[in-house]
């Protein structure tokens, strides 16, 4: 039993909570405390039906890239050209998305393509090339906000069709099209990291790469899968925010990666790998929003949020150390 209680001789009950039911419920508790916290300070406004849309909106973007930074995480590696990748696939495929040009799927499958070439470029420096995921993903992030730059010459790109649009800003029966998206990201990966084969081979690696081998898993081909799926799913990132904003712009992403890595290690993937859920990333995503959010309708300076963000990284990662030791 997680939970124990036990009678005193003074008929007072006492609850002892094993380490074991914090590490598998500290998050979700965590996260219900700071909901009605907001919803105590700021009931108006925190708790009505559209600001708890726009929240699951706001997260939406980084939630996407949170999933594949998920797998990323467990194999024990990590990727910093999130934001990059995102903002070169966005750029290129927005040129591709004015009026009666081409269809709408044409810049969606010019920007998944981007995103998924620049995560295989990962995947093999990482795997043939023995470099390590930070050094190899910080040299991505430089080349990709370089191209991002040097494309249309460093102009924003806007005048966006309708039906690209809406990707990022309309809805289906009042769910904004961001978090349908999302919520198949979740699914898709919740099966993938579950249900298949792919899935056990991710945790195998993460949990020692060197029994993997001798297992008999093709690890570095898993490693390129990883990077390559991170790739995928930060274009598609990429994607939602320029048709949300209605314009790409080559600052777009700056800092996502801090964002997503946050989001999963909140949510109790561990740093060293081997450990981590979908459903724990969608509790990091989940908390990190609505404590921007809330933050926001308290009127604190954004200035502040990024400190307070910073402790609540490095709480989530002291937390992680002490439940391994």
């Known amino acids: 039993m997680d939970i124990k209680q036990e009678t005193r001789k003074d008929g007072f009950v006492r609850v ?8 598998k419920y500290g998050i979700l508790i965590a996260f219900l405390m700071l909901f009605a916290v907001m919803g105590i300070l700021r009931p108006s406004t925190f708790l009505t039906v559209g600001n708890q849309l726009n929240i699951l909106r706001q997260v939406s973007i980084n939630g996407i890239m949170a999933i594949g ?13 999130v934001g ?33 070439l620049l995560g295989l470029f990962n995947g093999i420096v990482i795997a043939k090339g023995k470099v390590a995921p930070f050094i190899a ?11 991002t730059q040097l494309f249309n010459g460093g102009r924003p790109i806007n005048d966006l069709s309708t039906q690209f649009n809406f990707i990022g800003g309309g809805s289906v029966i009042g769910i904004p099209v961001p978090v349908i998206v999302f919520c198949v990201i979740v699914l898709l990966g919740w099966f993938l990291l579950n249900k298949t ?10 949990g020692n790469e060197t029994t993997a081998k001798v297992s008999g898993i093709r690890v570095n081909s898993i490693y390129i899968m990883v ?12 994607i939602v925010l320029s048709a949300r904003v209605e314009t790409a712009t080559v600052i777009a992403g700056t800092g996502y990666e801090l964002d ?15 450990r981590g859920t979908i459903i724990g990333t969608i509790i990091g995503v989940l908390t990190m929003g609505v404590l921007s959010n809330g933050l926001d309708l308290l009127g604190v ?18 937390l992680d150390k002490k439940n391994k030791a």
């Open 197 to 206: 084969r792919f899935g056990r081979y991710v945790y195998a690696i993460g």
């Open 69 to 81: 930074m998920t797998f990323v995480i467990i194999t024990g590696g990590t990727d910093l050209s």
């Open 16 to 23: 002892k909570v094993s380490g074991n039911f914090i590490s």
């Open 137 to 147: 993903t910080l040299g991505t992030m430089t080349i990709a906000r370089g191209m």
């Open 227 to 238: 990077y390559t799926l991170m790739g995928v799913l930060s274009a598609l990132s990429g």
């Open 84 to 116: 990059s990748m995102l903002a070169f696939a966005s750029i290129v495929a927005c040129s591709f998305a004015h009026p009666n040009e081409y269809l709408v799927f044409v810049p969606i499958i010019v920007a998944l393509l981007i995103g998924a």
């Open 301 to 318: 300076s954004s200035y502040y949020q990024q400190i307070v963000k910073g402790f609540i990284i490095i709480g989530a990662v002291l």
């Open 260 to 274: 997503a890595i946050a989001a999963v290690i909140i949510g109790g993937t561990s740093t060293s790998g081997g």
